[in-house]
Each structure stands twice: as C-alpha cells, then as structure tokens.
C-alpha cells in the first residue's frame, strides 16, 4: 500500500484573498475543479458576499495584515493568490492594525503607488512562508493570446490609436500611473488613474468625437507585479464599451486575463466590438 501512494503529492492549500468583480469566483471554481483546498479571505467592502455563502471564509478589514496572515496560518494555507477588484482607500479608511503599521512604516509603502504597496504586501506573505501565486497560475487558460479573438478586426486607423495608447501608457507606467488609457482618433480621451477602468470608461463617454469610436487599452505597469495585480476585462467591460461608443479593446497578451471567455467574445461580437492581443514589445 505504502509503495501505491509513493509520489502522491495532495496539492498545497490555497488562500484566496478575494476582492471585488467575478475573478475571484472564477479562481475560487477552477482551484477546487483541480483538486485544491481553497480558503477565502474576503476582503471588507470590497469583495462580493452572494457566492461566498456556505464556503470556507473569513471577513478581514483591508488594513488588518496581521489578522489576515493569522486566519492564513490558521486555516493550513500554503500558497496566496490575490484577486478581484480592491478600492484602495485613503490612510484613514485603512484603520491598519499594528502588523498594517509597521509594514507601511518599514516599507514607506502608504506613500508610494499601488506597486509599492503590493509590492511590500508580497514580501510580507513570503516572510511567514506563504509562496505567493498570480490568477494566472491558477487560470492559464484565461490568458489572453496574442491575437485578434472576434470576427470584428482593428483597422489601420484602430491600429494607430492602439499604438499610440502604448506609447502613453508605457511613459504612464514609469510614474505608476493606470494600466488604460482610451484614444479616439489619435485623441486621449482618458487615462486611467485611482478610480479603475470602469470609470475611465464611464468618463470618457462624455468626451467621445463625432466619427470613429475609441478604443481602450489596457496593459500592465513596467513594474508591476503582474502576480499581485493583473489586469482583466470581463463581459460586464462589453458593455461599458459598447454604451461609451467605444469599438475595441487592445489587452497584453500573455499578462491580461479574459474573464468568461465565451460570453465576453460573444458579447463583443455582437456590439461589434474587437478585441486583440498585443504581443510583448
């Protein structure tokens, strides 16, 4: 019996630090589908509570870093993976416990950018021996490839727009600024900054010219921490963009997840919308 299980290895748990928006349902799934234990600590305010019900999870303030490394250990994670939506609020909101403190203290990290803040957020797990994973690594397959995924392909024009928004957002990086920017007609219409794409998107509606629409693009900072923080769309992106006039979507491939893969193409097929995968470089 004993050489029968030689080299059966149970896969290590998991502890999902959930935020917002549908990715981390979707992680939550695939994790469990392929065998693994998953525990949720669900961010306050940030993530969804409808689909955590009757699953192993805990409620934890954004600030508590030491409560949640506690609840980790506790519940026997091994591997962390963040995921979803999270509103960074200001200092105040953040109401850090002492672990919280001191890690903004050492770090510097409540002045710098989110990938500052992630960044020393990382190291923090790593130093209790948590081994930190990207939704990437759990979800290789919503990986968005570097090609165009709907029957609607950019134009020659698009493609100029889609340039362009790459030059802007690789000098925007340097300073950790946003991961979108949308430019219409070789005009920007919008960068993203704290309020997230959503709102980018919502905001740029107002700013639209007459004629060809705008497109978005979206890809990771210079120094981002794509295991931290990767960027994503999702059908709900659809139909941001179709209501702001918008005619595609431009994501990096190979560093930005497509959240429901069938219904987000087949949404954008049918608002004749494309989207496209940027090689790297």
Same mark, same amino acid.
């Given at each position: 019996m004993a050489s029968a299980n030689r080299g059966c290895r149970m896969p290590r748990k998991l502890g999902l630090i959930a935020g917002g928006g549908?990715?981390?349902?979707?992680?939550?799934? !695939?994790? &469990?589908?392929?065998?693994? $234990? /998953?525990?949720? @600590? #669900?961010?306050?305010?940030?993530? +969804?509570? $409808?689909?955590? +019900?009757?699953?192993? +999870?805990?409620? /934890?303030?954004?600030?508590?870093?030491? *409560?949640?490394?506690?609840?980790?250990? #506790?519940?026997? &994670?091994?591997? /962390? /993976?963040?995921?979803?939506?999270?509103?960074?609020?200001?200092?105040?909101?953040?109401?850090?416990?002492?672990?919280?403190?001191?890690?903004?203290?050492?770090?510097? #990290?409540?002045?710098?950018?989110?990938?500052? @803040?992630?960044?020393?957020?990382?190291? *923090?797990?790593? !130093? *209790?021996?948590?081994?930190?994973?990207?939704?990437?690594?759990?979800?290789? $397959?919503l990986l968005m490839p570097a090609e165009t995924l709907t029957q609607r392909v950019p134009t020659a024009e698009e493609l100029q727009d889609i340039d362009r928004g790459l030059a802007i957002l690789r000098h925007m990086g340097q300073l950790d600024i946003g991961q979108s920017v949308i430019v219409q007609q070789g005009l920007v219409l919008g960068v993203e900054a704290i309020e997230g794409t959503a709102a980018l998107i919502q905001r740029c509606a107002a700013y639209a010219r007459p004629g060809r629409g705008g497109v978005l693009v979206k890809i990771s900072k210079p120094e981002q921490d794509k295991q931290l923080d990767t960027p994503a769309i999702g059908p709900d992106t659809i139909a941001q963009c179709q209501q702001a006039g918008l005619v595609g979507i431009a994501l990096e491939a190979g560093g930005a997840l497509l959240l429901e893969r069938e219904q987000t193409l087949k949404r954008a097929d049918a608002a004749n919308l494309f989207i496209t995968g940027l090689a790297p470089g």
């Open positions: 549908i990715l981390p349902r979707r992680l939550y799934e !695939s994790a &469990c589908y392929s065998g693994r $234990d /998953v525990f949720i @600590l #669900a961010l306050q305010e940030q993530a +969804h509570p $409808d689909w955590l +019900h009757n699953l192993p +999870h805990h409620w /934890v303030r954004l600030g508590a870093v030491g *409560e949640a490394i506690e609840q980790l250990k #506790a519940n026997g &994670c091994q591997d /962390v /993976v963040m995921a979803g939506q999270v509103k960074r609020p200001g200092l105040l909101e953040l109401r850090p416990d002492w672990r919280g403190a001191r890690l903004l203290a050492r770090t510097g #990290a409540g002045l710098l950018g989110d990938d500052g @803040l992630l960044r020393a957020i990382r190291q *923090e797990l790593e !130093s *209790e021996g948590f081994t930190v994973l990207g939704p990437q690594d759990v979800l290789g $397959d």
